[in-house]
């Protein structure tokens, strides 16, 4: 692969687009394990597909349909969590379900025969064009620049959401932010991995982070690490044996985590013994 990977355009779009996909999914996969907010960024990943399918209907591009309505689901969630008057995880799923039935709707709906959405479901990173890899490096460069701008008040946030209310740390922007941020991820993971892989690829880097290493930093370094080994070898494998690169990767990573998790669970058990 590294010799093609001088020959072929579609191979270094590739490889471009895992290496900023891991610097996302390292800083908005470590807020959302820490703050245990995987439900609700699976919800609003699923609830994209309303968008793509509205896309296709109007006969726009699928991926900003998806991002518009990430957007509307992720600000939607948050008002109700706030106000209090459901239970979040019900609402999550009603979304999660909404959004999935509006794309079904909608591509119904299309003229002629219905388009091929496998790409948008379980995406093809060797399809990535120049124009998916500019909309990802505007993504990575916003995100960064939010978690950058508010890192220590992401600290006193993740940690102690109740000082850090009491501190004026602006809970309720950080947390919209966060929202708005987990949805702009999401679109930019679409053409990756797809709308039902992407959450794994959110959690995986994260998670295995979080088992090994202490430090905020560090967990955040080092889930963009894992996530480029992950992208990295999950692509190379797909390439070597002809399979889908996306699966591939998630495969590669929930297997990384497992090692990781029953070496951590093995020496705590001996520590402990």
Known sequence: MLVDLFKYQFLQNAVMAGLLASVLAGV????????????????????????????????IEPIYGALGFSLVSALSVGLIKRKGGTDSDIVIGLFWSLGM????????????????????????ILAVTQADLLMMVVVAVVVSLIFLAFFNNWKAYLFDEEFSGIRGSGVILLEFLLLVMVALTVVALIRIVGIILALAILIAPAASAKLIFRRMGMRVVMSMVFG????????????S??????????????????VVYVATSFKLKRRVG
């Open 101 to 124: 039935a509006l794309g079904i709707v909608f591509i119904s709906l299309v003229p002629g025969y219905p388009p091929n959405l496998s790409s948008y479901l379980f995406g093809n």
């Open 28 to 59: 908005i996969g470590f807020i959302i394990v820490e703050k245990k907010m995987i439900m609700m960024s699976g919800g609003i990943a699923h609830a994209s597909y309303g968008g793509v399918g509205l896309g296709y209907l109007l006969g």
């Open 241 to 258: 044996f002809n399979t889908a690169a996306g699966a591939m990767i998630v495969l590669v990573a929930v297997v990384f985590y497992i």
């Open 228 to 239: 480029v080994v992950f992208m990295l070898g999950g692509l190379s494998l797909a390439y």
